[in-house]
Structures are given as C-alpha cells and as structure tokens.
C-alpha cells in the first residue's frame, strides 16, 4: 500500500524546519522540528554547520516516528541558493561550506569579467549578476589555489550535500544549479565553455537531474538511527524559492507575478523559457529554473534581512516582540525616510542600524531614531522596491500584473503586505506561509503518482490554505514616495 505521508526538509539561511505532509482531499501540514540556521565566523570567514544541521535534520526525523508515524512516502530537502560544499575520497565532506554572505568573493566578479565578458556570461546563463554568485565563489577558490580543489571529487549544492548524507549518491538537482551562474540557461546544462574560459574545475561538477527525481533510497544506519521508514528520498525544486513557486495557488484567470518573502525576496512571473536580451542584462534580472520544466524569470531583493538583522541587534538591548514593532511602525510618520534595500551596505553589516542611519546620512535624510521608524523605514523602502521590479517585468514581458500573490514567512506581515499593495496599486494575495515545504511536497506527491500536475497541486494548496485578500486603498501618498524613491536609488 502506497503511503499518503511526506517529509518536507525546508532550510532557510536564517531558520530550518522539517514538516511532515498527509494528502488526502486536502494537504495536511505539521511542523515536526525547527531549528535555528546560523552563519559562524570560523577563521575570519563565515560559513554553514553542515554536519551541525544534518543532526537537526536527523532529530525531525525521529520526532515524525516518535510521532507515531513509521511508514512515509518519500522524503525531500530544499535550500537557499549558491552556497556548495566539497566531497572527496571514500564518501568524506570536506568542510564546512562557505556563506555567501562571506567577503572572498569581492572583486571576483570583475575578475571573470577579465577573462569572460559581462554580456557573453549573461547570454549563456541568464543569470542576475550578484557577487555572491556560485561562479565568484569559486572563481576565488581557483585563484586563490584553495587546497581543497586539490582533494576534491565532487561539488555539491546545499540541499545535494543533504541529499548526498541521506542516500549516499552524489546529483545535482536542477533548480539549485540553475542559481550557480554555471549552467547553460537553455542547454539546461553545466556551460562547459564558461568553464574552459574562467579556468574552473568542470569535472568536479556531479550529474544533473531534475525536479522530481529519485535520488536513491534513504540509508539504513538512517532508518536504524531514526526508527523511520521512507521509500525514497526525492528531489523537489531544491531551491527553496523554486518549490515556493510551486506552492503559489495562482487559480485565478488573471496575469500574475509572486513574490516569495523571507529573509530574501524574490520577484517575478513563470516562463516556458529563458528570457535573455539586451534589456534583461541592463536590467539585470535572472532566469533561474523551476519546477516542470518551467523558468523562474525574476529579480533577487533583499528582504526581510533588514528586520531581521535590526530585531537581533535590539533583542540584545530589550525584549522586542514583533507584533510589537509592527504597531510602533503603524503609528511611525509615513515616508520619513527610505533606503534602498539592495545597496552594498546592507549585504553583510556588523550593525545594521547604523547601516541604515549612514545611508540616510548619505542621502540627505532624517535619520531614524526610535524602533517604529526604522521599521516603517524599511517596510515602506520594501513595498517601493517591489514596485520597482514590477514595473520593470511589466516592460520586459509587455505585460500588465494584475495580481501579487505573496508567499512565505513574509506573508504574515500585514503591514508589509499592504504597503505592497498600495504601492503597486493591484491586489495582494497573501499565503500560503509555508509555501517552500508544500511545493516541495507536491513534486514529491507527483513522483509518487498521488497528484497528476503542478496545477492540481496549486488547487489543492488554495483550498487546504485561503489566502488572505488585500487590496489597495490610498495610492496617490505612495506615487510621490516612489518618485523620490527612484530619486534615492538613482543617486
């Protein structure tokens, strides 16, 4: 008897949770585990606990038996994106992986730029131009003579490392891949000729497979150390934003973009194919996979890592609830002050709120004193910049958005979300919140054969999980913001 039972293993780059699934007319979502996901400084460079958060993972597995639970399905992981560790000889990891967030890779991108042009890498990947791309990543490890290249057999992706530990096998999932700025946008294939050109180590890159595949089974010292049975060990979109945008319960016969909220936001609309052009490029947006075949053609924003980074630092102080916030934001004037989310500053600070008191410095702004500010601050700067990107997307596919559907942790924030709307000028429809883990479900229930398509799963998503409606209500305030905004950001 087949089970209707899934694992759902979403890691995020602030928190991780592992949920457990049951399909039947409608999908049932629990919260087994979360843990929380840290970046460590070790030796001056900022990495991820790998081994650290495979035991948590281990954990959520045997809370589902303890549970109750012995026989599920299959079991899926997705991950942010970019970041990859090494596998060597006789199945050993080699280190932590590094963050992203990490300095190694200033100056890299100018450095490929040296080697390969700007427009030549972007007609073949297709890929938003940041510096804390896989490319640069590794880019700086060749030049830098790393040791590890030395002793390496296989590079991995996030959730392939967690893959890797589960099975044994070592595959590259496609959707995470896409995201490395090494992969052939329409080949659908690791770009050998970007290799070749750059230098990088070609034969260390593993098999790619796509959304769906069975990676192998789970391993027995697993099911032994867990007391939990799993048939399989599936990939979903194992890019976090990937199997988001699975989960989106677009049912409406209306154009549509979403936007996955969390500590990044990603915005953008479902292609058939990879939108690759002059205007793209100059506009630097992104053609990342998706699941079914599908291109995420979309703009990485920073998002709630402004909040986040600012709530941890005050918690240091006081005890700072968020609901808390929010209403001291409310009551916070309106369009005080502005940032842009996406400047330099904001990547990677040891103090966010100076971070954000200099830029306002910078640009002849009041600077934000009280919490409510700084929160109003960068919610109204948020809902701004997202209307920027639509705009944007607008132009680049000759289209109108009709709808936003916002999916995510972010999709709780009431304020945010309104903000949004008000700002664009078109619906919001917000949820479902855990929108990674059920898309990551759904792909792994249609390998399973219990759903027969992306859009059944979507149907099912919005009747298991109403969105929350809102809709615009003083535009004309938010025209002017924008306006200066774009005057901010220009400068």
Avoid at 1 to 8: D, F, G, H, L, W
Avoid at 9 to 30: C, P, W, Y
Avoid at 141 to 148: F, T
Avoid at 257 to 281: K, M, R
Wanted: glycine share 8%.
């Amino acid at each position: 008897m087949t089970s209707n039972q899934y694992i759902a293993v979403d890691f995020g780059a602030s928190n991780a949770r592992v949920m457990l699934a049951e399909i039947g007319k409608t999908i049932q979502l629990r919260e087994m585990h979360r843990f929380p996901n840290h970046q460590i400084l070790n030796l001056g460079r900022y990495q991820w606990d790998l081994l650290g958060l495979f035991h948590e993972l281990k954990q959520g597995l045997s809370l589902v038996a303890n549970s109750g639970v012995r026989d599920v399905q299959s079991l899926g992981v997705d991950t942010w994106g970019v970041d990859f560790g090494f596998v060597g000889r006789d199945d050993v990891i080699l280190g932590n992986p590094y963050c992203y967030r990490d300095s190694r890779t200033q100056g890299m991108m100018e450095r490929a730029f040296e080697k390969f042009s700007k427009t030549g890498i972007y007609s073949a990947t297709g890929i938003q131009f940041m510096g804390l791309n896989s490319l640069y990543q590794l880019l700086s490890m060749v030049e830098s003579n790393h040791p590890v290249l030395d002793v390496t057999e296989t590079l991995l992706f996030m959730p392939d490392l967690f893959h890797f530990l589960l099975t044994g096998e070592r595959k590259s999932e496609y959707t995470i891949a896409s995201t490395s700025q090494l992969l052939n946008a329409h080949a659908r294939q690791w770009d050998v000729g970007l290799f070749k050109v750059l230098g990088l180590p070609i034969d260390l890159m593993a098999n790619i497979v796509q959304p769906g595949s069975t990676i192998g089974a789970l391993r027995n010292e697993i099911q032994n150390e867990t007391g939990l049975a799993i048939r399989h060990v599936v990939a979903p979109g194992s890019h976090d934003t990937a199997s988001a945008v699975a989960a989106v319960p677009a049912i409406h016969n209306k154009t549509w973009a979403y936007l996955s909220s969390g500590t990044w936001s990603l915005i953008g609309v479902e292609l058939n194919d990879p939108l690759i052009n002059s205007e793209t490029l100059e506009r630097n947006y992104t053609n990342e996979g998706g699941v079914n075949g599908s291109i995420r053609f979309l703009k990485n924003v920073t998002g709630m890592w402004l909040l986040e980074e600012c709530r941890r630092q005050w918690a240091g102080e006081s005890h700072v609830s968020y609901d808390s916030l929010l209403k001291d934001a409310e009551l916070s004037e309106p369009f005080r002050s502005l940032v842009f989310p996406d400047d330099a500053s904001f990547l990677n600070p040891s103090d966010m709120v100076m971070a954000i008191q200099n830029f306002c410095r910078r640009t002849n702004q009041p600077v934000p004193e009280s919490q409510g500010q700084f929160v109003r601050c960068i919610l109204e700067s948020l809902a701004l910049r997202y209307r920027q990107v639509v705009e944007d997307i607008n132009v680049l596919r000759k289209c109108t958005i009709e709808i936003l559907y916002v999916v995510g942790g972010g999709s709780q924030n009431a304020l945010l979300n309104q903000f949004t709307s008000d700002a664009l000028g078109i619906p919001v429809l917000a949820g479902p919140v855990e929108a990674t883990a059920l898309g990551n479900v759904v792909v792994q229930a249609i390998t399973g054969g219990q759903l027969d398509s992306i859009q059944s799963g979507r149907r099912m998503i919005a009747e298991s999980f109403p969105a929350r409606d809102f809709l615009p209500h003083e535009t004309e305030p938010w025209d002017a913001a924008y306006d200066r905004f774009c005057r901010i950001v220009a400068t």
